[in-house]
């Protein structure tokens, strides 16, 4: 009995771990402004990829943005680059001003107070950009950028709305105009969409009501539906008393403002003034609304790459980027292979030990 109760044991011990290490799957992370985020299809095992991208992001990214956790022999071991081809990508200097080392970290090429002083702060570093913000995050916010000339730079991005850095891949890409969709809003969810403005309107009028919501304890509580705003109106103030404030105390209160306002004036103070405050909880909400926004991006002016030949640069830099945050996961599929098969005869030997402690135990 005893030896058929320790043999479950160990076996739901077993299947607990086993079902740890499946289930442990990557948060994915969400700050996408509500926008699909395309799948980026990064691969760390494309060495070729990874060198592209190395070479894009110091040409378009380095000047202002560091990579201050990686070394550029790091990137040479684990894509088999040779020391010319990693030198040939190296702008930067040192403080003697003699050519970067291929050992150095990967620092950007203006110092922080003089970036902080150009752009309000100093641009950030990159190095964990692939974990925190994850590959789709990334190709998806490269692509994005549109025109927009409320923006100090004159663009925006769909990803990252309000986003204070120019594209810098715009000679590459071109410039991408907005084209809008009118939706009518209904308790945060889309139900119609229109390409026009007047087309959402007119839509609009048919399906606007308006309702009354009363704050009670347990929060708000819709107490009517009206077709007119003016009968929405006229229900609020016939539930709704006011009250003569003088000095922050009350004094009266009246069904009617009219009846507050006669009492004012028929009373008058020294020194003071009376305040008339209207006593309700009720308020008024329209039931549908219109929200302009970005339906897709429109290239109004072409770039030196084709839309496919951009694609290919955005996701070679977000493939590096993706590495250059964890470079320990080309190695770590192999690593987590030898553990399983480390358990695994672990558990034989452990079982085959157990049998033998337990032979003589009945």
């Not at 709305?161 to 105009?177: F, Y």
């Amino acid at each position: 009995m005893k030896d058929h109760i320790m043999k479950l044991s160990m076996m739901k011990m077993l299947l607990a771990g086993v079902m740890a290490m499946f289930i442990a799957v990557p948060v994915v992370n969400a700050n996408s402004g509500g926008v699909h985020l395309e799948p980026a299809n990064v691969n760390v095992h494309d060495k070729t990829s990874l060198l592209r991208g190395a070479k894009y992001f110091a040409n378009y990214c380095q000047g202002c943005h560091s990579l201050k956790f990686s070394r550029y022999n790091r990137v040479a071991a684990d894509t088999g680059a040779s020391d010319d081809q990693i030198k040939a990508i190296i702008f930067t200097r040192d403080e003697d001003d003699k050519p970067t080392k291929t050992g150095a970290l990967m620092e950007n090429a203006i110092p922080a107070k003089d970036a902080a002083k150009w752009f309000g702060t100093a641009p950030p570093d990159l190095s964990l950009e692939g974990r925190s913000r994850g590959p789709d995050w990334i190709y998806n916010y490269l692509k994005s950028f549109h025109l927009d000339d409320s923006r100090p730079f004159g663009v925006n991005n769909l990803v990252f709305k309000s986003v204070g850095m120019p594209n810098i891949l715009a000679g590459l890409q071109g410039d991408q105009a907005p084209v809008y969709r009118y939706d009518i809003m209904h308790h945060g969810h889309a139900e119609k969409s229109f390409a026009s403005k007047d087309a959402a309107e007119k839509a609009l009028e048919e399906e606007l009501t308006f309702d009354v919501v009363k704050l009670g304890l347990m929060g708000k509580n819709i107490v009517g539906h009206y077709k007119t705003k003016k009968e929405a109106l006229d229900f609020v103030a016939s539930k709704t008393s006011y009250k003569v404030v003088l000095n922050k105390e009350n004094i009266a209160s009246f069904a009617t403002k009219a009846k507050a306002d006669n009492y004012v004036k028929a009373n008058p103070v020294d020194g003071g003034k009376y305040k008339v405050v209207a006593k309700s909880a009720y308020s008024i909400v329209e039931s549908h609304e219109i929200s302009k926004v970005i339906d897709h991006l429109e290239l109004v002016k072409p770039g030196k790459q084709s839309a496919p030949e951009f694609d290919r640069t955005v996701h070679d830099l977000t493939n590096y980027l993706t590495y250059i945050s964890e470079p320990a996961q080309l190695h770590r599929t192999m690593y987590g292979i030898f553990t399983l098969l480390f358990l695994f005869i672990f558990f034989v030997f452990a079982y085959m030990l157990k049998k033998e402690y337990w032979k003589d135990v009945h």
